[in-house]
């Protein structure tokens, strides 16, 4: 048995909550609002994990220190925010524990991967990533899911595997921290297009010319920050995107389907759908390294520079012909 802490106590950490009490383990699940924090332990259920009943022995808590008093510490807030709550972390206690970094963006404020400011922010931890496709409702009602563990580490991915794994929850060895994440942040970006493209009703095929062109263009970034190809191919690259791609329960299909309908991005403060920052981090990274991503550049036109749909479509499938190359 292992004590297990979470930070998030939106549906994903949760859901990974859920998985780890099924193992055995103890639960304490972080939330930043003490009121919120009581109200789950009242009530436990959230709308998100519809009809889902939270496990009376998954403990809910708003102290910081409590929850970074354990085995293993699984992060699942939102990704913009990781930065500040490392660094809150650190002023705390000095972790020398792995944490799995279960959020799937990249930092707007650093343009960097999160596993490179958990490195910068808590020097002695442990980091690893959790990602692919899997859907928080889904790992809270014990259906069949397979997904990513990352770390540099084979002995620390044998040894935080065993504690995760069950027989519906299985996870998949690998040493590329890069791409893994490249993957799980990308995919949210195409995703937005793909639900542009259904509420345009622009058909099914379109849907799959996007899913193809998009793993082009997150084969391409990744490459670029020395990511390894064949992770693509996996379930944090090809299976990450399909899953999202194609399905409205991600809020990132969600909002590009409601763009497609409307014809226009209409921005909402406090928005929590990762892709939109993913896609501000990628822009201005793909710019400073001279990439081509026309997909991710149609997507940010519509999102930061007020582009319509129907103009952002033209300019795609305008564009010059050339020779299709992976």
Request: charged share 15%; with cysteine.
């Amino acid at each position: 048995m292992s004590n297990i802490g979470i930070i998030g106590a939106g549906a994903w950490g949760i859901a990974l909550g859920i998985n780890a009490h099924r193992n055995g383990h103890n639960v304490n699940i972080w939330h930043y609002d003490s009121k919120k924090a009581n109200l789950l332990i009242e009530k436990r259920q959230i709308p998100a994990l519809d009809r889902v009943n939270i496990p009376k022995k998954i403990n809910f808590i708003s102290q910081l220190h409590e929850a970074i008093n354990c085995d293993i510490l699984i992060y699942a807030a939102p990704t913009q925010v990781f930065d500040q709550i490392t660094k809150e972390i650190y002023k705390i206690k000095d972790l020398k524990i792995p944490i799995i970094i279960a959020s799937k963006g990249i930092d707007t404020n650093n343009n960097l991967l999160l596993d490179q400011i958990c490195k910068i922010n808590l020097p002695n931890s442990q980091p690893l990533i959790l990602s692919g496709p899997g859907f928080a409702i889904d790992i809270a009602n014990g259906l069949p899911t397979a997904l990513t563990l990352a770390s540099e580490s084979n002995h620390l991915l044998e040894q935080v595997g065993k504690i995760i794994a069950n027989n519906n929850f299985r996870p998949y060895y690998n040493n590329d921290l890069i791409g893994v994440q490249v993957g799980g942040a990308l995919k949210n970006i195409i995703a937005l297009a793909t639900g542009v493209a259904m509420g345009k009703k622009l058909g099914d095929g379109a849907i799959a010319s996007l899913i193809s062109r998009g793993i082009n263009e997150i084969i391409i970034f990744g490459l670029a920050l020395g990511a390894n190809k064949d992770t693509f191919l996996g379930l944090s690259g090809l299976g990450d995107l399909v899953l999202t791609c194609t399905n409205m329960k991600s809020r990132n299909t969600q909002l590009g389907y409601q763009i497609g309908l409307s014809g226009e991005y209409k921005d909402e403060t406090q928005n929590l759908t990762e892709g939109i920052y993913t896609t501000q981090a990628v822009y201005n990274m793909s710019k400073e390294m001279n990439l081509s991503l026309p997909i991710i550049e149609a997507i940010y036109n519509i999102l930061y520079n007020g582009h319509s749909v129907d103009d952002v479509i033209d300019l795609l499938i305008n564009r010059p012909l050339k020779k299709e190359n992976f």
